[in-house]
């Protein structure tokens, strides 16, 4: 055991060594930048969007007060429509990763846990 109880399991510089070289190589770099590229166009529509409300609402009310049919108006169809982007973002980003991140960052895990074993 070493200090505090804790089970010494081994060189934890090689281990640590192994976390930094799988930070530095292409390949993870790769994968960061997709998923954050997904990440920035997702957060500028969705902001976006939301930005395009508070404008609208702020100098434009007229807009959000007209009747699309019977007891909905654009305000409610509005907010109605925010729910139904977040949903499709959600969609999107779990198909996005299952088939672009997904299969790098398994093949990344096992190339690491083959070294660490």
């Known amino acids: 055991m070493g200090s505090g109880g804790v089970v010494d399991t081994g060189d934890s510089t090689t281990a640590g060594d192994q976390y930094s070289a ?6 993870f770099q790769a994968l960061q930048r997709r998923s954050n590229t997904f990440i920035v166009w997702a957060s500028v529509l969705f902001y976006g969007w939301w930005f395009t409300g508070i404008v609208l609402a702020a100098f434009a009310p007229g807009v959000f007060r007209q009747g699309v049919g019977g007891p909905l108006n654009v305000g409610i169809l509005f907010l109605v429509l925010s729910f139904v982007l977040v949903g499709v973002v959600c969609l999107a980003y779990m198909r996005f990763a299952s088939k672009r991140l997904d299969p790098v960052s398994d093949r990344i895990r096992a190339d690491l846990e083959g070294g660490l074993r």
């Open 22 to 27: 799988v930070y530095d190589s292409a390949q």
